[in-house]
């Protein structure tokens, strides 16, 4: 079965400081993956994807990930984290169907 | 282009009432998805439309639930006889092309209190 799991709840990190959020996926073909940010009260909005190509992907807001095949990982990081990053997390795959499946979620705090 | 739009971005009903939520899309964008994403989960797929045409329906989604996108465009989802189960952020979202591997789009979600 497809599935996305991210294994971290919650996480905190200190203002400045480097950031990796993890996921792992189970899914039988190609992924095509996605993370998203949510930020309270407000929807989905894209940080970045991969479809094919090169396995490191370059985002928005200084995030890029790292499509690892041999470890079904698609891994999130941000060199300097801003008090801005703080938010909830979902790393997606989506299906051939177009039906995006999502993540847990990791809750990111930033400490000043 | 103003993104996709949800309406109401809240509603509270009790228990027993029908609700109706209301998604309008980024224009042009023929698909259109609804997702459910209740308190500390990710969003789970309830139903999506290529053009007026229901394509897919999770089991997520019950008898009490129906959704309809009449003219291609804006879409509803309607909960008849709520349940406390159903309190829940209820996400819309749009993407373009047919092939469905396209980025989607999402609103601002209906947050959906069942007292």
């Known amino acids: 079965a497809q599935s996305v799991t991210q294994p971290d709840i919650h996480i905190t990190v200190s203002e400045g400081a480097s950031l990796e959020l993890r996921c792992n996926y189970s899914?039988?073909?190609?992924?095509?993956l996605f993370w998203y940010v949510q930020s309270p009260g407000q929807g989905l909005q894209l940080l970045l994807k991969?479809?094919?190509?090169?396995?490191l992907v370059q985002g928005i807001k200084g995030f890029e990930a790292e499509f690892k095949r041999s470890q079904s990982s698609f891994n999130l990081r941000k060199p300097s984290v801003h008090w801005s990053d703080a938010a909830e997390y979902f790393c997606?795959?989506?299906?051939?169907?177009?039906?995006?499946?999502f993540g847990q979620g990791t809750e990111l705090s930033v400490k000043p | 282009d103003t993104g996709v739009s949800q309406d109401p971005r809240h509603k509270i009903t009790k228990r027993g009432q029908n609700v109706t939520f209301r998604c309008d899309p980024i224009?042009?964008?023929?698909?259109l998805y609804w997702y459910r994403q209740t308190l500390g989960q990710g969003p789970e797929f309830l139903t999506y439309?290529?053009?007026?045409?229901?394509?897919?329906k999770s089991r997520l989604l019950s008898d009490r639930f129906s959704a309809e996108r009449p003219k291609g465009s804006f879409s509803t989802l309607e909960i008849q006889r709520t349940e406390q189960g159903d309190s829940a952020m209820y996400l819309c979202?749009?993407?373009?092309?047919?092939?469905?591997?396209?980025?989607?789009?999402f609103g601002p979600g209906t947050r959906l209190t069942v007292l």
């Open positions: 997606a795959v989506i299906n051939q169907g177009g039906k995006l499946i």
């Open positions: 991969y479809f094919s190509g090169d396995t």
């Open positions: 899914y039988g073909a190609t992924p095509y």
């Open positions: 979202a749009s993407s373009s092309g047919s092939s469905g591997v396209n980025e989607q789009f």
């Open positions: 224009s042009e964008h023929n698909r």
């Open positions: 439309f290529q053009n007026e045409a229901q394509l897919e």
